[in-house]
C-alpha cells in the first residue's frame, strides 16, 4: 500500500521536513492548514500517516494535539526532535532593504522578533503557515515580501535565503511524532511508550502511581495534565517514559490496569532522542 502522509502545514514545512527524514523523498503528501484536518484525513482513509508536532523546547505541550491523539484512538508508532531553523526568504535579487513586509506563522514572528527590531521598516503579518506563504511568493511572483520558513522551502519554491539562522533561542526543538488509525505491531526493540491514566481523588494516588514507575525502572521524561471533558476538576495525565528491558515495561503495564482508574497506551514506539 502508498502510503500518503499527512502533515500540518504544506510541502517545504517542518512537519514535511520530518515526513521526509522517515519516509524518502518521494512520498505522496496530504497538506492540511489544521491539526484537526489532518487527525480527519487520517479517519477518512484519505492519508494512512500523520506527521505531528507535540512540543517545543520554547513554547512548551502542544496541549490540544494530545487530547487529539487520545479522542480518536490514534496511535505513535515513531517519533523524531527536530531543530527548528528559521531564514528569512523572497524572490531572487533582493536584499533585506527592500523588503517591505514578512508573513509567517505566528510561532514564527516570535521567535524572530529580536531579529526584526533591528529592521523596523519591515511589517509583520501573521499568516497559516511558514511555507505555504513561501509557496505564494514564488507562485504569485510578489515582491518586496518575505517568509520566515525552512530552508528546504527555499529550495522547493526557487526562493533565495536572505537572512539565516533568525531566531533568537538557537536551541529551539520540536518533538514530532509519526500517528495512525491502525494498532501497530509492537517488536520488542522498542524503548519508549506514552501512556494516559485517570486516577481517583485519594491523596497520594498520584505519587503511588510515579513510584510504580520508578520501582519498575521507567525512566519518566514528560507528564501533563488535561482536563476530562464536562467532569470539573478531574484530571487525566499523559506520561513518556523511556525503559531498557521491555520486560520491565510489560510489568508496569500490568500494576498500572490495576491501580489507574482508565489506563491507555496511546504508543509504544523507539525513542527519538539520540
Not at 514578512?102 to 521598516?121: R, T
Not at 506563504?133 to 520566515?148: C, D, H, P, T
Not at 521507567?218 to 517514559?241: G, R
Request: hydrophobic content about 40%; charged content about 25%; overall charge negative.
Amino acid at each position: 500500500m502508498k502510503k500518503i502522509i499527512a502533515i500540518q502545514g504544506a510541502e517545504g514545512s517542518n512537519h514535511h521536513k520530518v515526513a521526509r527524514n522517515f519516509y524518502g523523498n518521494s512520498i505522496q503528501l496530504k497538506e492540511c492548514m489544521s491539526f484537526d484536518e489532518l487527525v480527519d484525513s487520517l479517519l477518512n482513509k484519505s492519508a494512512n500517516l500523520g506527521v505531528m508536532a507535540l512540543e517545543n523546547t520554547i513554547a512548551g505541550s502542544i496541549i490540544p494535539n494530545y487530547a487529539l491523539i487520545d479522542k480518536y484512538n490514534l496511535h505513535i508508532t515513531d517519533e523524531e526532535y527536530l531543530n527548528i531553523h528559521h531564514h528569512l526568504m523572497a524572490l531572487k535579487g533582493q536584499a533585506i532593504e527592500d523588503i517591505k513586509e514578512v508573513w509567517s506563522h505566528p510561532m514564527a514572528l516570535l521567535q524572530c522578533k529580536e531579529f526584526f527590531k533591528k529592521h523596523p521598516h519591515i511589517k509583520l503579518v501573521e499568516d497559516v503557515d511558514t511555507a505555504e506563504v513561501a509557496k505564494r511568493i514564488s507562485k504569485e511572483n510578489l515582491q518586496g515580501i518575505a517568509a520566515i520558513a525552512p530552508k528546504i522551502a527555499a529550495e522547493i519554491f526557487d526562493l533565495e535565503v536572505i537572512e539565516d539562522e533568525l531566531q533568537t533561542i538557537k536551541d529551539n526543538a520540536t518533538r514530532f511524532v509519526i500517528i495512525q488509525t491502525e494498532k501497530p505491531k509492537i517488536n520488542e526493540e522498542v524503548n519508549k511508550a506514552s501512556l494516559k491514566f485517570q486516577l481517583d481523588h485519594k491523596r497520594g494516588s498520584l505519587a503511588a502511581i510515579l513510584n510504580v514507575l520508578s520501582d519498575c525502572k521507567m525512566n519518566l521524561t514528560k507528564i501533563q495534565s488535561l482536563p476530562v471533558i464536562e467532569t470539573p476538576w478531574k484530571y487525566s495525565f499523559f506520561v513518556d517514559v523511556t525503559f531498557e528491558a521491555y520486560k520491565d515495561y510489560e510489568k508496569v503495564k500490568a500494576i498500572m490496569e490495576i491501580m489507574a482508574e482508565e489506563f491507555k497506551i496511546l504508543g509504544t514506539y523507539k525513542n527519538g532522542r539520540k
